[in-house]
């Protein structure tokens, strides 16, 4: 059946944006019909929130035109790009948390009656909307009281209930839960079925693969590939955001496993039951799981974060169940968090200081104390290593991006060179380019005879890194597998909560 041609409803014409030193965007040219989902990629940097900013007038281009349906258009501001049509949920929420749901929705564009908010009338709007549109969501909560993925729907009822027929999403899905993520993209194709027109701002391969219609990407503030998404591939998406060929599936060779390192029996916090397991010198262990089933507590407890209530965890041999946090690192272990801004890394601090931190009792140290020379030559080296980008080791880690933050952390717990490395969500918020990288650094690791624990949500980077998987569901681990039987039938089942009982463990 060969649909109707149908008309762009957005078309963007040589968008040039410069900033000091930059050229954000150059000469692009964007074009998206109606009823489609259109997304739109590149790297951290590439330009994609700037142009989204122009379009919803928050910017104004240096050269270029922009149309809505047809009609040249100069937005000055938000709500002009409003009035034709256009809604976009920013990255971080503009929501009033003390308000209801209720409220936020129908902030700024309320029923009236009597010149008095018609609460009635706005709680009934948004319960059509959202029955219309599959955004459940009581219209009495508090916002505030919401978790993440629900207050994005308010967000979205809200562009819904002011008419936008296009809405923009920027990075809708980075601080989504995979299940939330999937419930998000169900209402995307709705409206898109509808007749509604989506352009999502991502740089995730998976969901653009799944939940689009057409790709754009942009390179260094330029569009590299327009593509449709049925006749494209996520090889061929990364080549064009990272500009040469990228391996995504790549599955690296198993390592060769010696002592046992770590050992864990009947684990038990809050929200970990019974776990064992052994973690071998010059082995990768991967813990796969959907968020939420203790993947992070069971890391934390291991990392003397959360106290155990049962069981034992020991290092090369001892006994370290309850040995602090300090004292666990001085006896061999390495530990990269999921929170990299509130555990991980001092903001305030420079990067050379976030670097040597915690090196203070190791190699680097003389009598405790570090000198400027050698906390800059550490420094050096370690940004070489790892591809961070900083302008100058001297300034804050709050000045880098989350994906060069991310590669800091790593690049300073690497370096301990300790015997055990426990490493959660190593690649979250990282380019495509830089996860490579990431990756061969943690299979070298282990090929010096380390030995690391791997927890991720992404399934592909546990099946490429990890010598053996272990799922975890409700807090226990419910499957154990060779690098040969984890495949991704059979870890998607165990993670839904369909493995039956543990396998043998293969030590
Ligand atoms: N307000 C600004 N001032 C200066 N430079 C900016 C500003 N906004 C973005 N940039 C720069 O423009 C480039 C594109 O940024 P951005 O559009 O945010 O990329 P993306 O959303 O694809 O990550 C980056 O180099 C960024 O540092
Ligand atoms: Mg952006």
New binding site residues.
């Given amino acids: 059946m060969t649909r109707p041609p149908v008309d762009p409803t957005v078309e963007l014409r040589g968008i040039t944006k410069r ?2 030193g ?1 050229l ?1 965007n150059d000469a692009v040219d964007l074009t998206v019909h109606r009823g489609e989902i259109h997304a739109l990629m ?1 790297e ?8 989204m900013s122009i379009l919803y007038g928050m910017e104004r281009a240096d050269a270029g035109s922009i149309r809505i349906d047809g009609r040249e258009v100069t937005f000055g501001d938000p709500s002009a790009a409003m009035a034709a049509g256009l809604g976009m949920v920013h990255q971080s929420f503009k929501l009033f948390d003390s308000l209801t749901v209720a409220e936020n929705v129908v902030y700024a564009a309320e029923p009236r009656r009597f010149g008095l908010l018609d609460r009635a009338a706005a709680r009934r709007r948004v319960r059509e909307l959202a029955e219309e549109h599959g955004l459940a969501v009581d219209p009495d909560a508090r916002v505030g009281d919401l978790p993440v993925g629900l207050r994005q729907r308010v967000e979205i009822l809200k562009l819904l209930h002011r008419g936008a027929r296009t809405l923009i999403l920027d990075e809708p899905t980075a601080v989504l839960t995979p299940a939330e993520a999937d419930a998000l993209f169900a209402v995307l194709k709705s409206l898109a079925a509808q007749g509604r027109t989506v352009i999502l ?1 991502t740089h995730k391969l998976r969901e653009v693969l799944e939940g689009s219609d057409k790709v754009t990407v ?1 390179r260094d ?1 330029r569009v590299v590939a327009r593509l449709v998404t049925a006749d494209t591939s996520a090889d061929e998406i990364a080549a064009a955001m990272t500009g040469r060929a990228v391996d995504l599936d790549r599955v690296h060779a198993p390592g060769t496993p010696g002592d046992a390192v770590l050992e864990v029996t009947s684990l038990t916090t809050d929200a970990v039951h019974d776990v064992g397991l052994t973690v071998h010198a010059g082995e990768i262990v991967g813990i796969a799981g959907v968020a939420g089933n203790g993947q992070s507590e069971l890391v934390e407890a291991l990392a003397g974060l959360r106290p155990v209530t049962a069981g034992q965890v020991t290092l090369k041999g001892r006994d370290i169940t309850h040995v602090s946090a300090t004292e666990r690192r001085a006896q061999g272990l390495a530990y990269v968090p999921e929170d990299r801004h509130a555990v991980g890394t001092a903001p305030a601090a420079s990067v050379a200081d976030n670097l040597a931190m915690g090196h203070h009792r190791t190699s680097l140290s003389a009598k405790g104390l570090l000198p400027p020379a050698t906390v800059r030559t550490h420094a050096g080296r370690l940004i070489e290593r790892f591809g961070i980008k900083a302008a100058t080791p001297e300034v804050p880690a709050s000045a880098l991006s989350g994906g060069n933050l991310q590669k800091l952390l790593i690049g300073r717990e690497l370096a301990h060179e300790a015997p055990l490395l426990l490493v959660e969500q190593p690649t979250r918020g990282v380019d495509i380019g830089a996860i490579q990288n990431i990756h061969d650094q943690i299979v070298a690791y282990r090929d010096a005879g380390h030995a690391v624990l791997l927890v991720s949500a992404e399934l592909s980077e546990i099946r490429g890194l990890a010598d053996r998987v272990l799922v975890m569901y409700e807090g226990r681990v419910t499957a154990t597998y060779t690098k040969d039987e984890a495949d991704e039938q059979a870890l998607g089942l165990a993670m839904a909560g369909g493995a039956v009982a543990p396998t043998e463990a293969v030590d």
């Avoid at 951290?44 to 142009?51: D, E, R, V, Y």
């Fill in positions: 900033f000091p930059t954000a590149g951290n940097g590439a330009g994609k929130s700037t142009l701002v942009l503030g």
